[in-house]
């Protein structure tokens, strides 16, 4: 059974920086794809960014070059650095795994970790 537990959700301001992060158990690398999505409210929930299980990154087109998704394979951490933040970027951010190559229907979530961008 995957865990995924997230941490470093908060505030910021426009232009501001976050690192979100997500302790993840129970799984061997190359198993699964990791990544992030997010949801506001009254909103769909989106793909943010994944880390493809068999290699490769991929991005929504609205946080390419501002975000930055990375693993550390020794500590199982997926980690993703938010850069020049927008107010549009707030919702709630999720860890999930997907036993698939390219994430389109993760098996495991997170509890989510808020982020909040002020103008």
């Known amino acids: 059974q995957v865990q995924l537990v997230e941490s470093g959700g908060g505030s910021a301001q426009a232009g501001g920086s976050l690192r979100l992060s997500c302790a993840a158990s129970g799984y061997t690398s190359r198993s699964y794809c990791l990544g992030w999505f997010r949801q506001a409210p009254g909103k769909e929930r989106e793909r943010v960014a994944i880390?493809?299980?068999?290699?490769?990154?991929s991005y929504v087109d609205s946080v390419r070059g501002r975000f930055t998704i990375s693993q550390d394979n020794d500590k199982n951490i997926l980690y993703l650095e938010m850069n020049s933040l927008k107010p549009e970027d707030s919702a709630m951010y999720y860890c999930?795994?997907?036993?698939?190559?390219?994430?389109?229907?993760?098996?495991?979530w997170g509890q989510g970790t808020q982020v909040t961008v002020s103008p």
């Open positions: 999930a795994a997907d036993r698939e190559h390219f994430c389109p229907t993760p098996d495991f």
């Open positions: 880390i493809a299980r068999y290699g490769g990154k």
